[in-house]
Each structure stands twice: as structure tokens, then as C-alpha cells.
């Protein structure tokens, strides 16, 4: 079991050649230039990078709204002493 095999391409499910391009190494379509699906080194697709990107996103809306809330109730626990 090789990880090659592995990889597929995300557009129309065919093989994937190893290329190096501007920004390093990634899979490219065996079909290319007919299919452009592409995925990084570590084998994401276009797609799954953007789900990646935007779940670390959504991750630090969820930090920072934990720590606003805390900073809230902070700021009522003290005004509750006064
Ligand atoms: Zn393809």
C-alpha cells in the first residue's frame, strides 16, 4: 500500500502526478491540463483547504468570543462588588 495511491484527484477522481510549482510540491491532475485538480503535499484539495481555513477561522471567533464573554462577566463580578 503505497501513499500514492492515495492520492486522487478531487476534480474527476483520476491519478495524481507529483509536481513542483512556485509554492513547492503538489499533486497535480494526470489529465492536466484538460483537469485542473490539484492538491497540496499533504494531498488536500482546493476545497478541503478552504474548509480548513475556514474552521481555524471559525475556531478563533469562538476564542475570541469565549474570552470577551469572560471579560464581561469579569467586569460585572467586580461592578457587583462595588
Ligand atoms: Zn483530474
Redesign the pocket.
Known amino acids: 500500500m503505497g501513499a500514492y495511491e492515495s492520492v486522487k ?1 478531487p ?2 477522481g ?1 491519478e495524481m502526478i507529483s509536481r513542483t510549482g512556485k509554492f513547492g510540491v503538489f499533486w497535480g ?1 494526470r ?1 492536466f491540463p484538460r ?1 485542473k ?1 490539484t492538491r497540496d503535499s499533504e494531498g488536500r484539495s482546493k476545497a478541503d483547504r478552504e474548509k480548513y481555513k475556514e474552521e481555524q477561522q471559525r475556531e478563533r471567533d469562538t476564542y475570541d468570543r469565549d474570552v470577551e464573554w469572560h471579560r464581561n462577566k469579569e467586569d460585572n463580578i467586580h461592578w457587583n462588588k462595588k
Open positions: 484527484c476534480d474527476c483520476g491532475c489529465d483537469c485538480g
